[in-house]
């Protein structure tokens, strides 16, 4: 990452706050940059949509060439469906035990090419029984853990998850993994990216033995993308790159000039102690905060300036050095872009500082 | 607070996950008691509408006895506003140099008694000129800074800034404070009650003899309500009470039984470990976590269990001792109840074990 410079993109005169507001230059920049970058590895990149949820977004992603989109809800798959999308991967474990799940699945699956994520026999039998009776067997991805400790099974175990989705009546078609322990320290990604590997690999060579030839082989996050780019993965699954945030700076994944997405927000207060206070809380800005990043977002119009404590509606910022003055709008940085998205319904989106257009967040709190 | 009990309310045998579950039983039980020992107190309660931002439970507080309601911001008066509560106070320095923002008060103070937040000279020229040649002033209250070190000016000079805003035309009815460190750590909030006192005792005398005389002292949150009701101070504005949640418990200012609200979660993933997945993660019950609660929330039926980390849609725990299945579904006690009910557009309302209503959340991030 460059020195911190003045100012990421300029915005509007005139404009509410907090505001959600994406360059869309930057943004587009972005998306273009990074499926050329991938398509140079020969991988394939079927990007996280949970991060935008938009439409408009999704389509420049597809238009730039993508093997197909992820999901993280059943929500968020409806919402690209109803909107034409039909290659959708929930790289989710899963559960249609209740309350509608197994109808909504296998309407999903009527629709579009639907895959998930799979990894307990108890998930497979419920994804087969769902899909039960189709003209075609939905199509499975275990998941593997490759060190995050999250879901997943361990790369030993999948061929026993393989067996149970295939006498359940699914289709694998390979295996997916998210290195998400790269977020444990500004330093893990390029050794989280290498676990990917290893943990697809391992997997693949198990699932080929036992005779199920892994077509997808799935890995990814924007800071692990390029380290886990290599065969025998087939594909990465980044989401946060579209945007960019303080965390992927810190992470050393993005400069300044790649950030797409601020929070507009008012100074709202200010006080002589070196204390003023922006009227972007934690609804707007979200309380994301891991310990390697310096507060909670940054402002590039006032790099001194600490983002110290969070309330609702308050943003106790500190500095010793220059500061804005009172009603001043000035651009933040948020921590995690994707769940800032999921606060508003629609973004505010500008190039060369004006407005240009506003677009609606569809799959916004789609979290079933 | 008791020992942890096995559970808190039943969930419907049918509920989709993630979800907002609300015991309108204890929801009630709550909004009554909290009334009835304000007014044994005789100080008035000014609850605050953003811990819920749904009419039905508002309606329920004024039913049970109020002084007027609090808002966060312009969009959420406008909603309470268009559903018929017409005594609302914004406690929050609101600016309104910009974007429309002078016609929306202008507008709401014509509408109803709206009250708000000042602590600049600067704001108070804004609110004055917004609301200039309307047949009665805006009232406001200056926000006295008790300790917390968010917006609010020192008490010594209050004056000044009844001063600035009784020369822009505004009428000063009297003083606000939030002891909000009372939320530094569990023992804060006796001596944070104290500091409002404190704060609005001397802003009061302040006031009163520059001839001001301050109708109106209000203080107060959840877990300061109680140690802050006493004279001078004429009113508290706490807010989580309504519900309760993982931060009230640990600062002692509410029982397991008085808990009414929970997010139902399905465990999507198991493992031999220890480790087990839920299906909320940030975007279903938020990040908010001060470091003395113990991890992201409570399974009240595991007591046991850590909520460990947090993904968008993963919650992952881990426990020595007995765990939930794969597929079962289990009530979350989150953290802060104030921004998981931001998260969803209704919450699904419930009495012994059934559903019986559905409430929208009609100012659902209205930020602006």
Redesign the interface.
């Known amino acids: 990452m460059s020195g911190m410079a003045s100012s990421t993109f300029d915005l509007p005169e005139?404009?509410?706050?907090?505001?959600v507001v994406v360059d869309i230059d930057i943004l587009e920049r972005n998306i273009i940059t990074w499926a050329r970058r991938m398509d140079a590895r020969s991988v394939g990149l079927r990007p996280h949509t949970?991060t935008s949820k938009c439409v408009q977004i999704v389509q420049r992603q597809v238009n730039a060439g993508v093997v197909g989109l992820t999901v993280?809800?059943l929500g968020e798959a409806e919402s690209l469906a109803a909107a034409g999308f039909d290659e959708l991967f929930q790289a989710?474990?899963?559960?249609v035990?209740?309350?509608?799940?197994a109808d909504r699945l296998r309407a999903l699956h009527e629709r579009v090419d639907f895959m998930v994520g799979v990894?307990?026999v108890?998930?497979a039998g419920?994804l087969g029984a769902a899909t039960r009776g189709s003209d075609r067997r939905l199509a499975v991805l275990i998941e593997v853990n490759s060190g995050l400790?999250?879901?997943?099974?361990e790369p030993e175990e999948s061929v026993r998850i393989a067996r149970a989705a295939s006498d359940a009546g699914l289709e694998v078609r390979g295996a997916f993994t998210f290195g998400?322990h790269a977020y444990a320290d500004p330093r893990a990604a390029p050794a989280a990216g290498d676990d990917e590997v290893i943990a697809l690999s391992k997997a693949a060579a198990l699932l080929s033995d036992a005779g199920f030839e892994p077509k997808i082989l799935s890995a990814g996050s924007t800071p692990t993308a390029f380290h886990s780019a290599r065969p025998p993965v087939t594909e990465e699954r980044p989401g946060t790159y579209v945007f960019n945030d303080a965390q992927q700076l810190a992470l050393g994944v993005a400069d300044l000039a790649d950030v797409a997405l601020v929070v507009a927000a008012?100074?709202?207060?200010?006080?002589p102690?070196g204390?003023f206070?922006l009227?972007?809380g934690?609804?707007?800005i979200?309380?994301?905060?891991p310990p390697w990043v310096n507060g909670h977002g940054l402002l590039p119009a006032y790099p001194e300036a600490e983002l110290r404590?969070l309330?609702?509606?308050?943003c106790?910022c500190w500095t010793t050095g220059r500061r804005p003055a009172?009603?001043e709008?000035v651009a933040v940085i948020p921590n995690h872009a994707?769940?800032v998205v999921?606060?508003?319904?629609s973004i505010t989106v500008v190039s060369r500082g004006q407005m240009v257009d506003r677009w609606p967040i569809v799959s916004r709190?789609r979290?079933?």
């Open positions: 005139q404009i509410d706050t907090p505001t949970k993280a809800t989710y474990p899963l559960w035990g209740h309350s509608g799940r990894e307990s108890e998930a419920m400790d999250r879901s997943g099974v998400g008012t100074v709202v207060a200010s006080h102690d204390r206070v009227d972007a934690s609804k707007a979200a309380a994301d905060k404590s309330s609702e509606h308050h106790v009172i009603g709008v994707c769940v999921n606060l508003v319904d709190g979290n079933s």
